[in-house]
């Protein structure tokens, strides 16, 4: 453990975010009685839960594999819902942090800004916004994937008089909709929660549409106490099996080709996967759904022949249903819906295509888009993340040379195993760039992601390493590889964050890795297992003697 020196908290690790990674990885580390401590620029627990708290919010991955594996919660709490929302994630994520006993350990309302490495001592100089500075041999970034909002360049959006939210930074007082004229820009999974929910109310729904959402129906399903009672040894093998698949679900993706299965075999997968509904149809679809275009193609026909038979305004079925694919299906992240396809039947709810009406800009009383002037009391922006890199790279954290991780990845994608930068030792992250992130269930990650962080850190502690970094060959080979599955894939087909392609000005490319689970796995266990032969790792009395070159190395700058 390291001792308090001038004045300056002392830690072995400091922890950011507290979301699934971040609540795990502190209790891991407390587990082995180390010095942690977790801060997060929020006002209490639950990561994006606790951000993203917009009417409707709520989780698409069924409520058995969407928490902790420790059976001292997932047997003492219960859910009413199939799919949560955030009103019961929030309680639930309190309920963690009271169980596990992580209060005294976390500091919340502060946020990391930046963090400079003392290479004599290799020791990270964390700064926080109250301008604090702690002193931690390893940081820890928990911060998720998508973290960083991202607002459209849209001329007068300053100049709105009424309400005005992002969908990830809404405000902790209720909003209401009731009675309003609403306009929500985007149709990503936050946009189509919201919409569901301001159609009920709102007197008038208007939405700005660029690409529509293949939303897929959730089957969404309530319990009372008893029936979740009952339900409880089937979560046990839910999340046992969950640990095995492509995506962290209870459900895979089929191994065998498409064009091996008959027609009539194809049918029956498609109803089958479909009428399970949920994700099924998705992440539970024949693999080749991400790599051959006819089994995509059979897929995005038979989702949109479904979904037209909802649509009765003859008008809509083109910009909601198009005829053909607007991008491979599942090349874009699909959200689960309830009652999305049936609003537009209401006469309260008005689609815009922003492709044909591009939004020209927003005024005192509302949005011009098309040359026609709407007003609003009441504006949403749904227009998703900087996805991936947005959180990590906001950071004042500099390398040698003093690059920030953003000047490298401005410069190049490049990680090793989504953990690490190369130039930036003893800094590790999570559900973040090139780690699986979105293709892999939120706690499943967490749990597997930390587990590896923690030993990782523990094992380097345990042979005296004092300093390790990614070496850049190594990162870059897993940068390759990122790009090279994605290349086989569909996926750079379609314009989406997990491209890197929904931020003006960012550098398209694959986010993150997409080779499921257990080859992510693989990866991390096989880098454990061969003593870390992608890490630069420096013991002792060595790391010592590397820091005082660094060192001399900077000042000569
Ligand atoms: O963000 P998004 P999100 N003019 O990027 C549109 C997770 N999540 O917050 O598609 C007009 O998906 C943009 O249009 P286009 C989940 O992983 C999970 O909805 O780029 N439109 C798109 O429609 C999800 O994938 C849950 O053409 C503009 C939308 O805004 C991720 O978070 C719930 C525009 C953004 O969609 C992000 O979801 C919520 C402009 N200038 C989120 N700029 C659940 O678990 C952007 N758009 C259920």
């Known amino acids: 453990?390291?001792?308090?020196?001038?004045?300056?908290?002392?830690?072995?690790?400091?922890?950011?975010?507290?979301?699934?990674?971040?609540?795990?990885?502190?209790?891991?580390?407390?587990?082995?009685?180390?010095?942690?401590?977790?801060?997060?620029?929020?006002?209490?627990?639950?990561?994006?839960?606790?951000?993203?708290?917009?009417?409707?919010?709520?989780?698409?991955?069924?409520?058995?594999?969407?928490?902790?594996?420790?059976?001292?919660?997932?047997?003492?709490?219960?859910?009413?819902?199939?799919f949560p929302s955030w009103r019961e994630l929030k309680p639930y994520f309190n309920f963690v942090a009271d169980k596990w006993k992580l209060r005294p350990h976390m500091t919340f309302n502060t946020r990391l800004e930046g963090a400079t490495f003392d290479e004599q001592e290799n020791v990270w100089h964390a700064k926080f916004n109250d301008g604090t500075v702690r002193r931690a041999r390893h940081l820890v970034l928990a911060m998720g994937s998508t973290t960083t909002p991202a607002m459209p360049k849209i001329a007068g959006i300053e100049t709105f008089k009424g309400e005005a939210y992002h969908s990830a930074r809404w405000p902790k007082e209720e909003v209401s909709f009731q009675g309003k004229r609403v306009a929500v820009i985007g149709t990503g999974a936050s946009g189509v929660q919201t919409i569901q929910e301001a159609s009920r109310v709102a007197d008038q729904v208007t939405v700005f549409q660029r690409t529509p959402n293949l939303a897929l129906p959730m089957g969404q399903e309530r319990y009372s106490g008893d029936e979740y009672a009952k339900m409880r040894p089937l979560i046990e093998s839910a999340m046992t099996y969950s640990r095995q698949t492509f995506a962290g679900f209870a459900y895979d993706l089929g191994q065998r080709p498409w064009k091996d299965h008959t027609e009539a075999e194809k049918s029956a997968i498609l109803r089958r996967n479909w009428e399970q509904r949920g994700f099924r149809f998705w992440l539970g679809a024949p693999a080749d759904l991400f790599f051959d275009e006819e089994c995509n193609r059979d897929h995005y026909y038979f989702w949109r022949d479904q979904t037209r038979k909802r649509i009765k305004k003859e008008h809509l079925i083109e910009l909601l249903a198009p005829t053909e694919p607007p991008h491979p299906f599942g090349a874009k992240r699909p959200c689960l819906e309830q009652w999305y396809f049936d609003v537009y039947n209401q006469d309260n709810v008005e689609l815009v295509d922003t492709n044909t009406n591009p939004i020209e800009c927003v005024t005192e009383n509302g949005i011009i888009a098309g040359g026609v002037m709407r007003e609003f009391d009441c504006i949403v922006y749904a227009t998703g993340f900087d996805n991936c890199t947005g959180a990590v790279a906001a950071l004042d954290i500099k390398d040698g040379q003093g690059r920030t991780i953003k000047d490298v990845w401005d410069e190049k994608y490049l990680t090793y195993l989504g953990k690490m930068v190369p130039g930036f030792p003893n800094l590790l992250f999570t559900y973040a760039l090139q780690s699986p992130s979105a293709f892999l269930n939120g706690p499943t990650a967490a749990e597997l992601e930390g587990d590896w962080v923690v030993k990782t850190i523990v094992h380097l502690d345990m042979k005296d390493v004092r300093r390790y970094e990614a070496k850049s060959d190594a990162a870059h080979l897993w940068a390759q590889k990122c790009n090279d599955i994605a290349d086989m894939s569909l996926m750079p087909q379609a314009k989406s964050w997990y491209m890197g392609a929904n931020v003006p000005g960012k550098r398209p490319e694959i986010q993150m890795f997409i080779g499921g689970q257990i080859a992510y796995k693989t990866a991390l266990d096989e880098e454990m297992e061969n003593g870390y032969p992608g890490l630069i790792l420096k013991e002792g009395r060595e790391a010592d003697a590397v820091a005082t070159h660094r060192s001399e190395k900077v000042a000569s700058l």
């Not at 004045?7 to 587990?31: M, P, Q, R, Y």
């Not at 180390?34 to 989780?59: E, I, M, Q, S």
């Not at 069924?62 to 902790?68: N, S």
């Open 1 to 82: 453990m390291l001792e308090k020196k001038d004045n300056v908290t002392e830690l072995d690790v400091i922890v950011v975010g507290a979301g699934f990674s971040g609540l795990h990885i502190l209790h891991e580390f407390l587990k082995r009685d180390y010095n942690v401590h977790l801060y997060d620029d929020g006002d209490g627990v639950g990561g994006t839960w606790d951000k993203n708290n917009y009417p409707g919010a709520r989780v698409d991955s069924e409520v058995w594999v969407y928490q902790f594996t420790d059976p001292e919660i997932w047997q003492n709490y219960s859910f009413t819902e199939k």
